[in-house]
């Protein structure tokens, strides 16, 4: 029995299922909007008593958090593991990591592109910090291809916004596309014109 005050050790079933609610929460959020779902309303969809879904997450705003935080981890874990010695497709690694994220998880984007004002305190804190060590990731990339010769001098702060912002939006498009079309074939649909006006002559 753990001390009074000090937090129960989490196990691996703990974690898994944390997981599974913060997909069926997503998905009811992606539904009926945030601020139409109530914590009873969560519970039901994750088929849990209203009690047990609080023992998992304290409120709607820690369900956000989560959402919020799993999606930035993942997009930030694949630049991480994709990073290669070429700008270039580096960057066209980040197009299909988002593409893959709107397409798998439209409800975790979805949350993060409307519902990041919701988040308050040390939650948005987080989340902030984590958005901002991204845009880096993305702006040294450009950055990189300038200095390397292979894009041509431009202002990389407004590149990157470009280049996020042209990747970010296809959460209003794509995912009716998605069965049609994969996150590859519509990365390099989006990333062929920028990487053409970036392009050294």
């Known amino acids: 029995m753990p001390a009074k005050g000090m937090k129960r050790p989490r196990t691996e079933a703990h974690d898994e299922k944390r997981g ?5 929460c997503a998905g009811l959020f992606d539904k009926v909007g945030f601020h139409n779902t109530s914590m009873q309303m969560l519970a039901d969809e994750v088929g849990l008593g209203k009690p047990t879904l609080y023992h998992y997450f304290p409120s709607k705003i820690a369900i956000l958090f989560a959402i919020h935080d799993t999606h930035i981890r993942a997009l930030l874990d694949g630049l991480k593991h994709g990073s290669t010695t070429d700008p ?13 994220q709107i397409a798998e998880h439209p409800g975790y984007v979805r949350a993060f592109m409307d519902n ?3 988040l308050t305190g040390d939650m948005r804190d987080q989340i902030r910090a984590a958005r901002r060590e991204y845009f880096g990731a993305i702006y040294r990339l450009i950055v990189e291809g300038v200095e390397g010769g292979i894009f041509r001098p431009c ?3 407004i590149a ?15 995912p009716p596309m998605a069965p049609d079309k994969s996150p590859e ?11 053409d006006g970036l392009k050294a002559s």
């Open 20 to 24: 599974e609610i913060i997909a069926h």
């Open 88 to 100: 270039t497709a580096s960057l066209r690694g980040a197009c299909i990591d988002i593409l893959r």
């Open 185 to 195: 074939e519509v990365a390099d649909a989006l990333c062929a014109p920028f990487f």
């Open 116 to 118: 990041y004002g919701d």
């Open 160 to 174: 990157t916004y470009g280049f996020l912002g042209m990747c970010n939006w296809a959460y209003k498009w794509y």
């Open 155 to 157: 202002d990389p702060m």
